[in-house]
T-cell receptor, first 115, second 116 residues
Framework: AQTVTQSQPEMSVQEAETVTLSCTYDTSESDYYLFWYKQPPSRQMILVIRQEAYKQQNATENRFSVNFQKAAKSFSLKISDSQLGDAAMYFCAYRSFQGAQKLVFGQGTRLTINP | EAGVTQFPSHSVIEKGQTVTLRCDPISGHDNLYWYRRVMGKEIKFLLHFVKESKQDESGMPNNRFLAERTGGTYSTLKVQPAELEDSGVYFC??????????????FGSGTQLSVL
C-alpha cells in the first residue's frame, strides 16, 4: 500500500519570503500522480499543483512550484513571495495512475505567514 | 456553477446517537467520494460511488457507517451509533466520469462532526 509522509506539522515564513514544504511517499508503482492541496480556514480543499510521475519537468503554477525527485520519492512544494492568503493547511497526496481518484494523503503541514 | 455542497457544516451529537451527513456533488458528476480526517491525522479515503453504485468501500471503518447514493445524485453517510472516535471532518468530493486519468477532483468544505 502507498503511504505519504509530511514530516513538518507546522511551518512559518515571513511575508514575501520563500518557504518549502516537504513530502515523501512510498510506492511500488511507476506511474502515478502527486498533488498538493491547500485547506484554508474555510475548510474548502483547493488543488494547488499536480505532478504526473512520468513527466521529468517539475510542475509550476505561478508562485507555487514543486521539486519532484522520483528516485528519492520526494515531492516538496516551494511557495515564493509568500502572501498572507497562503496561510493554510497543506496536504500532499498520491494517486495511482490508473483507476479511480482514490487519494492517499499525508498528515498535513500548517503554514503560518508572518506579516 | 455550484460546487460540492455538504451539510450540515457542523454537527455535535452524543455518543450512541445517529447522525446523517449529506453531500451534493457538482451536477453531472458521476464519481462521488467520501473522505475523513480524524483527530488531526491524515485524511483517509472511505468510499467511492460511480452513479448509485459503490465502486470501492474498502475505507469504511466498520458497519456503523452506511453510505447511500440513491438515484446517483446526492449521497448520505449515516453513522449509527456514533462513537467518540468518529469525531472529525468528513469530506465529500466529486468528478465527472470522463475516463481520463487526469480528471480534477472537486472537494466540499466538509462536515465537522463532534461526538461527545
Amino acid at each position: 500500500a502507498q503511504t505519504v509522509t509530511q514530516s513538518q506539522p507546522e511551518m512559518s515564513v515571513q511575508e514575501a519570503e520563500t518557504v518549502t514544504l516537504s513530502c515523501t511517499y512510498d510506492t511500488s508503482e511507476s506511474d502515478y500522480y502527486l498533488f498538493w492541496y491547500k485547506q484554508p480556514p474555510s475548510r474548502q480543499m483547493i488543488l494547488v499543483i499536480r505532478q504526473e510521475a512520468y513527466k521529468q519537468q517539475n510542475a509550476t503554477e505561478n508562485r507555487f512550484s514543486v521539486n519532484f525527485q522520483k528516485a528519492a520519492k520526494s515531492f516538496s512544494l516551494k511557495i515564493s513571495d509568500s502572501q498572507l492568503g497562503d496561510a493554510a493547511m497543506y496536504f500532499c497526496a498520491y494517486r495511482s495512475f490508473q483507476g479511480a481518484q482514490k487519494l492517499v494523503f499525508g498528515q498535513g503541514t500548517r503554514l503560518t505567514i508572518n506579516p | 456553477e455550484a460546487g460540492v455542497t455538504q451539510f450540515p457544516s457542523h454537527s455535535v451529537i452524543e455518543k450512541g446517537q445517529t447522525v446523517t451527513l449529506r453531500c451534493d456533488p457538482i451536477s453531472g458528476h458521476d464519481n462521488l467520494y467520501w473522505y475523513r480526517r480524524v483527530m488531526g491525522k491524515e485524511i483517509k479515503f472511505l468510499l467511492h460511488f460511480v452513479k448509485e453504485s459503490k465502486q470501492d468501500e474498502s475505507g469504511m471503518p466498520n458497519n456503523r457507517f452506511l453510505a447511500e447514493r440513491t438515484g446517483g445524485t446526492y449521497s448520505t453517510l449515516k453513522v449509527q451509533p456514533a462513537e467518540l472516535e468518529d469525531s472529525g471532518v468528513y469530506f465529500c468530493a466529486s468528478s465527472p466520469l470522463s475516463g481520463t486519468p487526469n480528471e480534477k477532483l472537486f472537494f466540499g468544505s466538509g462536515t465537522q462532526l463532534s461526538v461527545l
